[in-house]
């Protein structure tokens, strides 16, 4: 190994920022608040998930269906 070279970033500019070409973003403080809006957007969305996610799990291990006899001896019939 004869060196290590390390790359620098881009300063973070609003002509960066501009050639990101992201939309309804050109400045800095544009890119940090649409950045900021879709993280919270995720967090909302992932707590969203996680409480349906709950309810329907809940649903289903405390759900409890009555099959009619009469069904159970068809089934029975269909199988033979």
Do not use: W, Y
């Amino acid at each position: 190994l004869h060196e290590i070279k390390v790359a620098k970033g881009e300063t973070l500019t609003d002509e960066f920022v501009a050639n990101l070409k992201r939309e309804g973003v050109s400045t800095v403080e544009e890119l940090r608040a649409s950045i900021k809006k879709e993280i919270e957007t995720r967090k909302e969305t992932s707590e969203t998930d996680r409480i349906v996610g709950t309810a329907v799990k809940f649903a289903c291990d405390n759900a409890t269906v009555d099959i009619p006899q009469e069904m159970l001896d068809q089934e029975v019939k269909n199988m033979s």
